[in-house]
């Protein structure tokens, strides 16, 4: 695998990845396998370039473009993609490579955090609609406002491994005790939100089985022979699962939502400013 710099248009083969390298004011434009591995790919360029002594490589490593993620160097190109695009970009420094490499589970927590400053995601948020509670990568916490008297927030816990390529893996949440609430215990407010979004805008665990799960089995049933739901938009972001939820949530007055009353404020603010816990596991 060659590479070189080109001004022309590149055409990109439908089984290919179009592969952009940026060095200082140069860049590189290649029609790639999408199967070709980060480190690969880092030892051809080191080969090129002449920055591979005794097969080693030095003083060359690979940046996410526009990040400071490391990616792992058995991550392969097609899983640095964003969907539907097929580019791959990065940056090409010099130095030592970095001892906390990133794994391709960054790619999604940087977009996650992207989105969480954007317009949608702050708009909910200024409307009192959710608020994130805690993002520990790859679990989110965040709180949706309900319109029940007994407690005026619901907290979901969102498992984010595959976003934004799949629809997370909700679950519903005691935000006191940090515990995940099993199906037999799920409130209707929280059934109907399954019902609707199961299986092409969120995941829910479906164990243990039970009466709750069965009903849901049902609704979806029912659902697929009158119309079809909204499918998943992987170009979009994580508002598309929390305002299905929001309108679920504020039809019904359930008094059997698990209480956080610590959380029953929801001030109107900024994410700068949103007092939320926020750790890399």
Partial sequence: MSISASTKPVVVPKRNVLLILSWGPFAWFRPTRPLVRVGELRRQLAKEVGRLFDGDVVGLDFLITGTDIVPDLLTPLSELTHPPYRNVCLDVVGGARSQATA????????????HLVEERFQSGVDQQLWRLIELRWPHAVVGIRTRSRACSEMALRLSLKKYPVAPPLVELWNAQTRTVIEAPHWTEPFIRFASEAYPRIADFSTSPFCENL??????????AKSAE????????????VLARASGCFRTFVDTSIPSNDQHEAMPRRRASSLQVQIQHT
């Fill in 214 to 223: 069965l009903r849901i089995s049902t609704a979806i049933a029912s659902r």
């Fill in 103 to 114: 794994s391709i589970n960054s790619v999604g927590e940087h977009l996650l955090r992207r």
């Fill in 229 to 240: 739901a909204d499918a998943w938009d992987v170009t979009g972001d994580l508002t598309q």
